[in-house]
């Protein structure tokens, strides 16, 4: 308990904890370690909540062998396949979701990297969705270049989503396709070109602690301010189905144990939230103060009209945070 204190009041002076402090909170009490980091995310970001919703864009056919993923090529998931969805569908959907109180959209597609002409397609539909719309909008596009990013920030993008996954030691046993510094590569070029960017990874791959906390820390090291905190659903016709699931007292350690390695970011429950119990809730008193609503890629999930209930009796404000 004195460890826990010592590092609370560390990481509340604005001073970073080490990979070795960090891996000293996997050895503290639960409830305890997750009282200190609601009281780290109360002090850096307040009770606001960032919420956001996505849509499938593109579904399917993924030249990447990601062996977690049900729209891999490589995998025999009997996942939904199509190309691009309609523009007026895409900018609907983003309708409906402001309607429904959500301030955050974002379009993800399957696939290494859209091409670009597919790029110039997403431009248009995001200009309408800003002209028509005005909800703020992300993209999930995969591996682009600079000169890519630049222009769908100028189409009114305000943020990239790309997920690290895992950490660097563990990404050769998730992926073989691309590497991880593909993944930093992207990164970056997103951020030379003006843009925010949301990346986390997935829990329940079969890492460790420790390829845990190196993730976090090299989130860190990038300025990431948006961070996903997936929860493997092992999707049956994956190398991975079998995979054990990780339980509510695992997610809460690891909320936990990221906000204090990243303590002033958006830490959001993203896919996978569904097969928890309690969906998150004991996760939004233990650091987490941000999450995805409604359904996912390839999953069901939970219904934006319930989370805003579930928030507003937290206690919690809805609002775009680290814009």
């Known amino acids: 308990m004195k460890a826990l204190q010592q590092l609370t009041e560390k990481v509340l002076s604005g001073e970073p904890i080490t990979k070795v402090e960090a891996m000293c909170l ?13 009281a780290i995310r109360r002090h850096f970001c307040g009770n606001r909540f960032d919420i956001c919703t996505i849509i499938n864009g593109k579904s399917g056919r993924c030249s990447e062998n990601c062996r977690f993923c049900a729209q891999s090529a ?32 974002s379009i993800v597609t399957s696939g290494k990297r859209l091409s670009d002409g597919e790029v110039e397609q997403m431009c248009w539909v995001v200009q309408e969705i800003k002209r028509t ?28 989503h790309n997920n690290l996954e895992t950490s660097r030691r563990n990404f050769p046993h998730i992926c073989t396709t691309h590497t991880f510094d593909d993944k930093v ?3 970056h070029a997103a951020q030379a070109a ?68 990243l303590p002033d970011a958006s830490i959001r429950l993203a896919g996978g939230r569904g097969q928890l119990p309690d969906k998150g809730r004991s996760c939004f008193t233990s650091g987490a103060n941000a999450a995805i609503s409604g359904d996912m890629l390839t999953t069901a ?23």
Do not use: W
Not at 30 to 36: A, G, M, R
Not at 301 to 323: A, F, P, R, S, W
């Open 26 to 38: 996997y050895q503290q009490p639960l409830d305890e370690l997750c009282k200190s980091a609601d």
């Open 301 to 323: 999930g939970i219904t934006t009209q319930t989370d805003m209930e579930l928030l507003k009796g937290l206690g919690y404000e809805v609002g775009l945070c680290n814009e």
């Open 185 to 187: 590569q992207a990164i």
């Open 74 to 105: 490589h995998n025999h998931t009997g996942a939904a396949q199509y190309p691009l969805l309609p523009e007026e569908e895409i900018i609907a959907q983003a309708k409906r979701n402001q309607e429904r109180g959500v301030l955050r959209y």
């Open 194 to 261: 003006g843009l925010s960017v949301c990346s986390g990874g997935i829990m329940g791959l079969g890492e460790r602690a420790e390829d845990r906390i190196d993730m976090a820390i090299e989130l860190r090291r990038l300025q990431i301010k948006s961070v996903p905190v997936n929860m493997l659903n092992p999707i049956p016709g994956t190398p991975m189905e079998n995979n054990p699931r990780l339980t509510v007292e695992d997610m809460r350690r690891i909320v936990a144990v990221y906000r204090f390695i």
């Open 133 to 160: 719309v005005g909800i703020s909008v992300c993209v999930s596009f995969g591996l682009l270049d600079k000169r890519q990013f630049r222009k769908l920030k100028e189409a009114g993008v305000t943020r990239v």
